[in-house]
């Protein structure tokens, strides 16, 4: 069986990883534009070989795995269409998915199968390769009405497989979520380093960047990326953006009344308990979730797809 892995960064190396501990008799191909990561890839054994011919390298694969931003997936879907054989599963791992399954749908051939993919990782993973790093992540798994069960069991596989938790959610949902939950916050980063950027101090004194601005502005998404995020998702973005400028609004009143302070600790007060509370409940995972398969019944689901799928031709 073969896995082709196209995106050769963190997520994909370390989906790679991840794959080669819980699926060792599995066939690992990469593929990345870039030849250092592809290197990369190969020291770290996240993959057994590379190919820098994207079609070539989703030859003969049962499962793709698309670990691209989002900008890069309409193009890369559109031209491994013609190489993919009846019967493989797509998946990607971008952060929005109506976006996705649009292009999924325009331009896939009706004979493969796709399944888009988000897998939300813990808070504190750090920004480099780990087999672990989908440890305790919840998998966001969005599949059509039309997708075959066998591609849907095979998705859920996946992220038991990856030490993760499956969840099946409607794609606009998904992505009204992550308008809260990953744009917003990508915002508010671009919007300090805005700010920074006109501020004389950036150049007198660039030293007083501290660990708690360099957290805010970490990890913002690629410019053609994040714009096309953005734009795909501007209604709940929008939502989202008007709560938030309510809420500095109201910071901004309290700053200006000479007898705000009790409001602004009663602020810090209830935001720090929402914090601990998000925590707790984020280290106890999600009721009723299932854990993550400890025999064989999932692999034998994922990779036992040619009782399930249709025959392919070879």
Excluded at 86 to 108: C, I, N, R, S, Y
Excluded at 136 to 161: F, S
């Amino acid at each position: 069986m073969q896995i082709t892995i196209v995106g050769l960064g963190t997520m994909g190396v370390s989906l790679g990883l991840a794959l080669r501990r819980a699926l060792p008799q599995v066939r690992l191909v990469g593929h990345d534009p870039d030849p250092e990561r592809a290197r990369e890839a190969l020291r770290h054994q996240a993959v057994d070989r590379t190919d820098w011919n994207l079609p070539g390298a989703c030859e003969g694969a049962d499962l793709v795995l698309l670990a691209l931003p989002l900008a890069e997936i309409e193009g890369t879907l559109r031209a491994i269409a013609p190489a993919l054989e009846e019967g493989t599963l797509v998946m990607d791992t971008a952060e929005l998915k109506a976006p996705v399954m649009g292009w999924a749908q325009a331009h896939l051939p009706t004979a493969v199968a796709f399944i888009g993919g988000h897998p939300i990782l813990r808070p504190d993973v750090r920004e480099e390769p780990d087999p672990h790093l989908f440890r305790d992540a919840l998998y966001c798994l969005t599949p059509t009405p039309q997708a075959p069960a066998w591609a849907v069991e095979a998705a859920a596989g996946l992220a038991h497989r990856l030490g993760a938790r499956p969840l099946f959610v409607d794609p606009v949902e998904h992505d009204g979520w992550m308008a809260a939950l990953e744009q917003l916050p990508a915002l508010v980063g671009a919007a300090l380093l805005s700010v920074w950027a006109r501020a004389p101090a950036r150049q007198e004194l660039p030293q007083a960047v501290g660990a708690r601005f360099a957290q805010v502005t970490a990890g913002l998404p690629d410019a053609p990326s994040g714009g096309l995020a953005a734009s795909a998702n501007r209604e709940a973005l929008a939502y989202w953006l008007d709560r938030l400028l309510e809420a500095l609004q109201t910071l901004r009143g309290a700053l200006a009344d000479p007898e705000g302070l009790t409001s602004l600790e009663a602020l810090f007060r209830a935001t720090e308990q929402t914090r601990k509370e998000w925590l707790a409940r984020r280290r106890e995972g999600l009721p009723g979730a299932p854990a993550p398969a400890e025999g064989p019944g999932l692999l034998e689901t994922m990779f036992g797809l040619h009782r399930l799928r249709p025959a392919r031709k070879r």
